[in-house]
């Protein structure tokens, strides 16, 4: 059969399908499992005779969703919150992990702009930072504590103003995406070069590893889970300006709906950084450096693990589970 008459001939049953999953509409889980499994047949009719077609991108996220929704009905899932955290946002994090990628590398390359920017212009880091943060930091490395400003206030008031910001700053990136990523964009440009010229300004004034074993105890998941809020946002952008198929109204819908599931699935690691700067990162000048950079590094490997390398995984047990179904 020619790819045309394929796609005429089962273009239907799969927008029915589609129009289902998105509009969550089925009330029969047993109508739900048949559609799926025909589903799963064109998906690997077309990767066997079609296999370099745009069709079998298509069917492969229609499928991932469809998982997705089956998932919650089977029986055996009776812990809803468990399945959000163990398959629900992992397996939207593999669908969505280009925009992952992205969003890394733009804020890659703002980083990278603050550092150039800083190193050649005396007075940039001034202009981002302030006069009044400059001239204190600068008091902190004269008397020998670069980060000292981590240890003013209570440790449960930084805790909660601290993750109070950044909660903020997580949900703008991912608000502001409405208009298209320019906003979400705006939000990684500004802290990229925020973070470039603010680790320059340690660099050049010679204690810049005393800076890292102090901010990135809590910046690691802190920063880590703002690019993760800003991809959110990407996404949301992409479904306005990109509905492909659907309808603008039913995309956008789709889009908020995804990275809302996005968002908060990144609290919990913004609530954990803010505990480390409220109760730990105050200490990191008298800690042992195995300690601080044991901990700068468990957390990041802990947040990189569950938002890059998990969802791979993830994906590997929907496609056994697709070759395997049992409703």
Do not use: C
Not at 34 to 50: G, H, M, R, V
Not at 113 to 130: K, M, P, W, Y
Not at 212 to 223: F, K, L, N, Y
Not at 295 to 302: F, N, Q
């Amino acid at each position: 059969m020619r790819e045309v008459a394929f796609i005429k001939q089962n273009k239907d049953k799969w927008l029915s399908f589609e129009t289902a999953i998105f509009n969550n509409n089925f009330k029969n889980p047993d109508e739900l499992a048949s559609q799926y499994i025909q589903l799963i047949n064109d998906l690997a009719y077309a990767q066997t005779f079609y296999p370099k077609s745009k069709v079998i991108v298509y069917l492969n996220q229609l499928a991932a969703k469809g998982f997705q929704k089956i998932y919650k009905t089977k029986r055996e899932d009776s812990n809803r919150i468990l399945s959000f955290w163990i398959t629900e946002v992992p397996l939207i994090m593999y669908q969505y992990r280009k925009y992952v990628y992205i969003t890394f590398a733009i804020f890659s390359l703002f980083i990278f702009i603050g550092i150039i920017s800083a190193a050649n212009d005396g007075e940039f880091v001034r202009s981002i930072l302030g006069d009044q943060y400059v001239n204190m930091t600068l008091e902190n490395i004269e008397n020998g504590d670069p980060v000292a400003v981590y240890k003013s206030g209570s440790n449960w008031g930084s805790f909660i103003g601290i993750t109070a910001n950044n909660l903020k700053v997580g949900i703008m990136a991912f608000i502001l995406g409405v208009f298209g990523g320019i906003g979400t964009v705006y939000i990684l440009f500004k802290n990229g070069i925020m973070l470039g010229s603010f680790q320059y300004f340690f660099y050049e004034k010679n204690v810049f590893w005393e800076s890292v074993r102090g901010i990135w105890i809590h910046g690691s998941m802190e920063i880590f889970a703002i690019v993760i809020e800003a991809a959110a946002g990407l996404i949301l952008g992409a479904s306005i300006l990109f509905p492909d198929t659907h309808s603008r109204m039913t995309s956008f819908k789709q889009g908020a709906k995804t990275g809302i599931k996005i968002l908060i699935s990144t609290f919990p690691f913004t609530f954990f950084a803010g505990f480390l700067e409220g109760f730990v990162t105050r200490y990191s000048n008298i800690m042992p450096n195995w300690l601080s950079v044991g901990i700068i590094l468990t957390t990041l490997s802990l947040i990189s693990y569950y938002y890059l390398i998990y969802p791979f995984k993830a994906h590997k047990k929907w496609q056994y589970n697709i070759l395997n179904p049992s409703f």
